[in-house]
């Protein structure tokens, strides 16, 4: 199949561009490179820089005929969100309605869009969630992402077209870069590199630090090329396992042989305290389930991090 990949110079896509490629497709990665590096480029694919909210996208797609969409692009900072909503709508929401459009227009297969279930569902009172869960989206990037699941829908029902939204939960893996709170693996990697201990950010409430569900990028792979052929709607992407900030902080130790001091700190406003994903959909109807227990991709992502230097 021909496909594209957008955000596919970033951290997770990268990795997908480069299953699509080795499973035989035929894969064009179009990053702005904001966030993005050449370095990251699978060889193989071919790059095309762009922006996902430029108009004239309509006429690449008209020439290239996609098969596919996978859309990772997007700017994915919470705080920069908060600080500049508008800027996260035109990337995250007009960029997508902008594929979705020319897409449909140009013959598109099917749409793969990537949201958040770490952010969409807010605060959890019993984690993990199902799909069942009404959402609580508390930042501008997590209304949009919901939104954008929205205008996939829309778009399944109105012009046929088959959509699959994949609900990530915290991300973590080889070429994760060390800032923002998505990053907070490769933050403590970075501490155990340098020898700068870390600090954890906790509430009152939770003198372990907060607890959010940690899947390895390997099996955020898997799901995508799962969506290649099956899934129609939202699916969650997580291990359903809530760890702790401490928890991970001393898994991340014990994974890389190394120890440090850490601090504590108080925790940002508006921050939420539990989350975790129950993928029992994804496993029904992508025949998805994570293979990478914490230790396990915490090791693997380790041995990267060392061979980085
Ligand atoms: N990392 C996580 O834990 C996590 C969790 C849930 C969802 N996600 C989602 O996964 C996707 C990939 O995230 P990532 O962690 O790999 O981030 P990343 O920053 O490494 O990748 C995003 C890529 O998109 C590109 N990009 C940004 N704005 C663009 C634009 N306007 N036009 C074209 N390209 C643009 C960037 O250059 C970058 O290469 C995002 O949609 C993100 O919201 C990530």
């Known amino acids: 199949m021909k496909i594209l990949v957008t955000g596919g ?18 894969v064009v ?26 108009p004239g996208l309509a006429e690449l797609l008209a020439a290239e005929r996609f098969a596919v969409i ?38 598109l297969e099917r749409f793969i869009f990537i949201s958040s279930g770490g952010a969409i569902y807010g605060d959890m009172d019993d984690p993990p969630a199902s799909e069942d869960l009404a959402p609580r ?5 997590a209304v ?17 077209l088959p959509t699959v939204t994949l609900r990530y939960a915290n991300v973590y893996g080889p070429r994760q870069v060390p800032h923002g709170e998505a990053g907070v693996v490769a933050i403590f990697m970075d ?6 201990p870390p600090v954890i950010y906790r509430h009152a409430e939770m003198p372990r630090g907060m607890a959010r569900d940690y899947v390895y990028v390997a099996d955020c792979v898997a799901a995508n090329l799962a ?5 129609q709607g939202a699916y969650n992407i997580g291990t359903g396992v809530e760890t702790t900030t401490l928890e991970l902080w001393q898994t991340v130790q ?32 992508l025949g998805w389930r994570p293979a990478h227990d914490l230790a396990a991709g915490l090791a693997e992502t380790w041995a990267w991090r060392l061979a980085r230097g």
């Open 29 to 54: 990665v179009l990053d702005n490179l904001s966030s993005g590096t050449r370095d990251n480029l699978p060889p193989g694919a071919r790059f095309i820089q762009a922006d996902v909210r430029d």
């Open 144 to 160: 949009a992402k919901l939104a954008g699941e929205y205008y996939l829908d829309y778009f399944a029902q109105n012009f046929g």
């Open 254 to 285: 014990r994974a890389a042989g190394r120890e440090l001091d850490h601090s504590f700190g108080p925790v940002r406003a508006g921050d939420i305290k539990r989350s975790a994903l129950d993928a029992s959909r994804a496993a029904r109807e």
């Open 227 to 231: 969506a290649l052929e099956a899934g």
């Open 191 to 196: 501490c155990l590199m340098t020898g700068r």
């Open 137 to 141: 989206p508390a930042s501008p990037y």
């Open 9 to 26: 110079a970033g951290f997770i896509a990268s990795h997908v561009a480069q299953a699509y490629l080795d499973a035989g497709h035929q």
């Open 70 to 107: 996978n859309h990772h692009a997007a700017q994915i900072s919470v705080p920069a969100s908060v600080q500049d909503p508008r800027f996260d709508a035109e990337v995250n929401l007009l960029g997508l309605i902008n594929l979705l459009q020319a897409g449909t227009a140009h013959g």
